[in-house]
């Protein structure tokens, strides 16, 4: 019964996107325009026209959405507390060392790890002299601090046969910071600091035992790409060589803010991926009412992409991909306000060159920013070919020609030389720990240098990466959402799990791909530039992935899943031209993408969830969805 139950889940879902999307192509058949019409669908909607203005209704729905969005995001986002002071070994073969007021057997020694990497050698002794240390089975040893370990909790490996225990030693492999230890008793309770004494000099790795978790889970510790970016961060905060030096700088930087403001915490790495994951909330309601027109339209789809699982998941895990986005989104309404602004006015210089800022910001995040800029520059490109066109037949041709001139040299400032600013100085945290210091680093040569390896080095390791995993998926798996990328894996001894995954809703990948389809089709029959706008920037961040041969994921789609939302909140206003009903099927669809988000908000915020409730309501595709 529970399979055939959740057969009929997905089944249902897809004949509601198929039933919806029909009927808008069947009543959009039935009142084809023609004419003045068909000429006013064609021309892009005007930035500052009729109905297009922000209003006090936009603004009360605005703050609405974004606040009730930025309560689910930050609620279980994961904890504020964790050891804030660390043992440094400034070399190998130190050690830190632990009395134990009674002799015992330690039955179990739990450690939170802090940066650098290398392994420790544990030891346990009764007299202080003579030590046995703690192996694995294989030989090795049984407490390390390995890449994947650093900024959470690990629980040393001990031998079977250890004994009672009176001294413990830890003896770094090389230069480490470890946090906190906790050592359990005999009888499995957590041994009070008052019952040990600690080497001078080695007391922090006691002082802060009240953040001891039961466990390790992503709620305490860093998870999945966690290991790379949050690391890195506080790199750049105490001036050290970056780990994670495979994509530009920028994100990292803007990542440590949190850390400065709430500490190395999961909820300080955490942080200012949430908040640019809420403030593309307002971004996206601009660029959609300007488009639309209608505050309802723009609400609607905006509700569905802020509660797509996609936003969600990706914008609360500590990487990268949320400021892209976010500049992404930036950089397409600065450019739509460019094409829509009237001809002679003084803000559409500054409408482009926000736009090229943002380019410039987007691209020093990550390098699929370029992707969506190479978008914004076919858009350029198609502006200028039609006003070219148009202006053969005036006598204003010369002029014309003269204004593309005068926009080529603001372009060149603004998409070439401020973006090359912008990325050039994100390095600027780089550059002290290879001795290039000082307020004026940026103009000595050693900064150059660094700053053009990397840019070699990027290259080499995306072009050059071969590598499987197990939630690896093409591009052409993303646009059916067919292979989820997990993310985190919890299994409970009662047979309950926690699961965080990343993809996109199933409404909105499947109704969002059959609205880019619709966008081709309105722009095509309809020369409606909007919907082509929209088309763009979908092909722009979807299209270069086709051509990559290297391991790639679900959330490579996030920047043109921001499309699909945009497609389907299109349609939403494309609907009210034509059905006098388009409120209820609006309303519906987006009642339907919100209650599909609280089903999966399990596995979205790695809530845990019994067995049969996965089986019942998730596991859609139970080849490839994970859950």
């Known amino acids: 019964m529970l399979s055939n139950l959740t057969i009929l889940i997905p089944l249902a879902a897809a004949l509601g996107v198929l039933v919806w999307i029909v009927r808008w192509a069947d009543i959009h058949r039935r009142a084809a325009p023609a004419g003045a019409e068909a000429a006013d669908r064609g021309a892009l909607s005007p930035a500052g026209g ?36 660390f043992l440094h070994y400034a070399q190998g073969n130190t050690y830190a060392l632990i009395e134990l007021h009674e002799s015992q057997t330690v039955s179990a020694l739990r450690y939170y790890s802090g940066l650098c990497t290398a392994d420790y050698l544990l030891q346990f002794s009764m007299d202080g002299e003579n030590w046995t240390d703690q192996i ?30 009176r001294y413990i030693r830890i003896i770094s492999g090389d230069e480490q910071y470890l946090g906190e230890v906790a050592i359990y008793g005999e009888d499995g309770g957590l041994i009070d600091p008052a019952d040990m004494t600690v080497a001078a000099g080695c007391e922090m790795l006691v002082d802060e035992q009240d953040v001891i978790p039961a466990a390790y889970s992503y709620k305490n510790g860093t998870y999945f790409d966690e290991i790379y970016f949050p690391r890195t961060a506080l790199e750049h905060i105490e001036g050290m060589w970056p780990y994670e030096i495979t994509h530009p700088p920028l994100g990292k930087v803007i990542l440590s803010l949190g850390i400065r403001l709430f500490g190395m915490t999961p909820f300080g790495w955490r942080s200012m991926g949430t908040l640019f994951g809420v403030m593309m909330l307002p971004l996206f309601y601009l660029l959609l009412k300007r488009m639309t027109g209608l505050t309802a339209a723009a609400a609607a789809g905006t509700a569905v992409f802020a509660f797509d699982f996609m936003h969600f998941a990706q914008t609360r895990l500590a990487t990268i991909d949320s400021y892209v986005v976010f500049f992404i989104i930036a950089m397409y ?19 482009l060159a926000l736009a090229g800022t943002s380019f410039g910001l987007g691209a020093a995040s990550k390098w699929t920013g370029i992707y969506a800029g190479a978008g914004l520059g076919l858009l350029w490109l198609a502006y200028w070919a039609e006003r070219l066109v148009r202006a053969r037949k005036t006598p204003d041709a010369a002029g014309t020609w003269k204004a593309l001139l005068r926009n080529i040299g603001w372009c060149l400032i603004f998409f070439v030389l401020v973006p090359c600013c912008i990325y ?38 995306h072009s050059d990466l071969e590598s499987t995993h197990p939630y690896s998926s093409k591009w052409y798996q993303w646009i059916f959402d067919v292979r989820p990328i997990l993310y985190y894996m919890e299994n409970a001894a ?36 909007t919907a082509g706008f929209i ?25 043109a899943s921001v499309f699909l939302a945009l497609g389907i909140g299109y349609l939403f206003g494309d609907l009210r031209r034509h059905d006098p009903r388009w409120k209820a099927s609006v309303g519906s669809f987006t009642a339907a993408a919100l209650a599909l988000f609280c089903v999966f908000y399990p596995v979205l915020a790695g809530v845990s969830r019994p067995e049969w409730y996965a089986k019942l309501f998730l596991r859609w595709f139970v080849d490839t969805w994970p859950f």
């Open 50 to 85: 009729s109905g297009r203005a922000v209003t006090r209704t936009d603004r009360i729905a605005i703050a609405v959405i974004t606040a009730v969005y930025a309560v689910v995001a930050f609620t279980g986002l994961g904890s504020t507390e964790a050891p804030q002071t």
């Open 136 to 165: 694995k089975e294989d030989g090795t040893s049984g407490m390390t601090q390995q890449y994947t370990q650093l900024f959470r909790w690990n629980d040393a490996v001990l031998n079977a046969d250890r004994g009672p225990t």
């Open 333 to 351: 309404l600065f450019m739509y306000l460019w094409l829509t602004e009237p001809e002679g006015s003084r803000r559409r210089l500054l409408w």
């Open 424 to 461: 050039y100085v994100s390095y600027w945290s780089y550059a002290p720990s290879q001795g290039v210091d000082g307020p004026f680093r940026l103009f000595k040569p050693g900064y150059m240098r660094i700053v053009l390896d990397n840019q070699e080095y990027m290259w080499n390791y």
């Open 494 to 529: 009662d047979g309950s799990s926690v699961r965080i995954a990343s993809f996109n809703s199933p409404l909105v990948s499947w109704a969002g791909l059959a609205a880019m389809v619709a966008m081709g089709w309105l722009a095509v029959r309809d020369r409606d530039r």
């Open 535 to 559: 088309l763009v920037g979908y092909l722009a961040n979807l299209l270069p992935w086709v051509l990559v041969s290297r391991l790639t994921f679900a959330y490579h789609y996030f920047p």
